[in-house]
Every structure is written in C-alpha cells, then in structure tokens.
C-alpha cells in the first residue's frame, strides 16, 4: 500500500470513530424517545419468550440487535401483566423500561445501533472511494460523519438508520456483484437483503430496485440466489419461530396506529393527507446547507453525462424510489423517513471531487464547505433532533415550518428535570411530546406529565395560570392555531432546543 492510500485509510478511520465519539457522548444526556421502549422492549421479549406479539409493524431484526446486550443485563420483564396478555405495548414497554435501570439499559442498546450506523458510515466510504476514488470516499464520509440527522438517529433503538445502513450495503453489494459476477456475490448481497428487509418494511422497496436492474440485465439466476438467501435471513430474523410469510402477514400492520384523516403540519398550517412535497421540504430545511449545494452543483455536472453510468443509474434510481415511495405511503411525521437516502445523496455527490480538486480554488471551496458541515453538527451536540439548517432559521425557527419528531421526539425529559432541579422550579405544568411520558417523568423527578390531549388544547386555549411551563415544541407548533396569543407569547428558555419554557 503507498503512503497517500494508507493516509486516507486512516483518515477515514479517524471519521468513523469520530461519527461513534459524538454519537457515544450524546446518549447519557438524551432520554428514551417516543419509540425507543417499545423497540427495545418488543425486542428483549422475543428473546425471552419466542413471542413476537409485540410491535408486529416492524420487522424485528434492529429491536433484536439492540436487545442483545440486555442477555447479559437480564432485567425484568413481567409477562403476566395484563399488558403484556392484551398485546398492548405501550403500557407494557413504558413499564419495562422505567421499572429496570432505564439509562443503563438504553445505554448499552443504543451502543449497538451506533455500530449499526457506523457501518453505513463505512460502506458509504467504500462505495464512494470504489467509484470515484479514494478522495471522493473521504468526501462522502465527511458528509456522512457530520450529518445531524443521520447522528441525531443513528444513536436510537429505532429502525431509520438500521434500514438506510443495511440499504446502502446490499445496494454497494449489487454494483460490485455486477462488475464481478458469481453466485457467492449474489448470496452476499441476499443476505445484506435480507437484513435490510428484516429491520423496516421499507427495506421492502429494494427487491424491486435490484429486480428491475436484473431483468434488465437478463439474470435472473442471480435473481432467485439474491431472494433466497434475502429469505433465510428474515427466517433468522423470526428466530425460525414461524415462516418467512409472517414478515409479508405484518406488513398490513404499517400504519396501522396512525389515525385516519390525521392533519399533518407544514409551515404552519394543518392538512388530512399532506402535501405532495414534504419531504422535499424537509430535506432542504433539515439537510445542512452545504449538502444542498453538493446536490445542485452535482446535478449540473450530471447534465455533461454520467462518470460512472452503471453506479449512478443504480444511486438515483433507489433516491427517487424511495422518494416517492415514502411520499405516497408514509406518514408526514418526519426527515427520518427518508434517511435511506441519505447516505445514497452522499456518495452520488462525491462525483464532484475529482474535477474540483484538479484547481486550488476549487479545493478550497470544498474544504469550507465541509468544514461548515462538521461545524453544524459540531454546534448542535448533542441536540440533533431538533436541527435545522440556517435556511430556516436554525433550531429556533423549526417549529414554524414542521414538527413531530423534526423538532421532539420525547428525547428531552432528562434535560427538562435536570433544568427544573438546578433551578428549584415549583408549581412547574409539563408538556412532554408523548402523552405516555408519565413514567419517564418519575423516574428522572418530575411532576406527572399532562397526559390527556384535550386537557392540553384547553389549557392552551385559556389564559395560563401563574406558573412556569415546559412544553414541547411539537405541541406549541400545533395548537397555536387554537389561540393566536400563543404566537405571541415569547419561551424565556429552551431546552434541549425542543422544549419551550414559558413563565406566567
């Protein structure tokens, strides 16, 4: 190896630990968010029982892997609760995690998905290196690296990232198979399939990337290899407990707890069914400004004709399928959704590298660019969360344009007891974003969360009473229409960048 290549192998290691580093010292400050106990609950259990009862509306590969480390904690888990007999996992998940050690236990869990994410990081290095050169791959992992939606969840036991990394592997596994074709390549890229598929439905949209380029390119003995071995690990996935058809039988549960004709919220306002563009949108506020300028100029360099045609066509037609995909199917709740594409977005505009680093300027440019990305991330820890580009208005201005997990995911309750405790708050009304919150309040100190939902429109609707209120961004972005004065009402604090702290 010469020492340029062994330089940028370094580099890129360096990249990696450092994507964990910032990842590893945010998860003692953040508590569980709004999904993380019912992951990580679901996925113990089946461990311990066989019994997949809970949370069938993922797959259950990630919640598996997280619980893994929970083998050597063994904490409690009480399945003659009624909860548990009626398959309800909220309750019975809030119970398991706040009734055991709840830091450590999201600790350790969340150290396994961070390794998950690490490995993305890695094969978007590869991938990038392996197409347009070992520049290109450094650039690509910076991008990766100091990315705040891909740090913010890459640290959770939630399936987002799971599904974006396994993704960007099985597809880097399908273009190197097809320069270097066999059936072990195939079986390779089945298995990173599978994962894939096992951890979110939505990694159900790649058989039909890799089916279409297959025909296309009339294998479709490699076709049958991919499926098969993508079968064996949903099998493992289920723990060999039922056929791969449970995985197809639980897709009808996707969505199943969204309620019908639910408004969802852009910029403001409240629609049923959303709008066409919103994840565009959120890409454009909630991606850093840099990575959009990558995308532009690397769209205008496309027009002159592709690099690599085979790897391109095979990047952009997996962004636009799931760009779409996720448009028509998915709840309009969050960037996350679209995570997938992330790390996709990343290696196509590493394309760029080679023609600017040909002139000093252009080197340059590119240098302050990625430093201005490493310092969005840098500026943020360890609020990822609630990110916003400056287009936006940074953290601040995000609840005036989305909300829902783009701003809290319930990961502030820790923040808020640590800031009522400091400043020995009383009479304090609390507002988390999860409505079931109530144990995680007691376990952090806190007095009950408001839980009933009409309670907090008719106290936002009224004039406060005396008080200090901590309430999330989610719900003042939301209910503000109900009384305008709550537009005018100024937060003399925030928490954590998603909880607004009012006085009265």
Known sequence: MTKAPRILNIAAIAFIGTFCLQALL???RLSATSDEPIHLAAGYSYWQTRDFRMNPEHPPLAKLLAAFPLLLIRPALDTSDQSWQGGMEVPFSFKFLYGNDADRLLFWSRAVMIIIAAMGATVTFLWARDMFGPAAGIFALMLYTFCPNLLAHGMLVTTDVPVAAFGVLTLYLFWKRGEQPSWLNDFATGLALGAAMAVKFSGALLPLVLAGFCLVRKQIKSLFIIAAASLLVIEVAYLFSSSPVLYFRNMHFVNA????????????????GGWWYYFLVA????????????VLVS????????????????????IALFLVATTILAGQVGVRYILPIFPLVFIWVSRIVPKFLVARSGTAVVAALLVWHAWS???????????????????????????????????GVKQAAEYVRKRRLEN??????????GPGSQYYGLPRNVRDREVIEQMLIRTPTPGTYIISSHYVARLSHLNPAWKIYKPIDRIGESLLVYAF
């Open 26 to 28: 945010a998860v003692p």
């Open 299 to 318: 769209a205008i360099e496309a027009t002159r004709g592709f690099i690599n045609r085979w790897g391109e066509m095979l990047l952009l037609v997996s």
């Open 377 to 411: 991330s840098i500026s943020a820890f360890p609020n990822y969360i609630p990110y916003f580009n400056e287009m936006a208005g940074g953290a601040a201005g995000g609840p005036a344009l989305l909300d829902d997990s783009n701003i809290d995911w319930g990961q």
């Open 428 to 437: 304090v009304t609390i507002v988390f974003f999860n409505p079931f919150e």
């Open 283 to 294: 890409f454009a506020f909630k991606a850093t400004l840099p990575t959009i300028v990558f």
């Open 257 to 272: 707890n969204h309620l019908k004709n639910y408004p969802f919220y852009l910029f403001g306002e409240l629609k049923p």
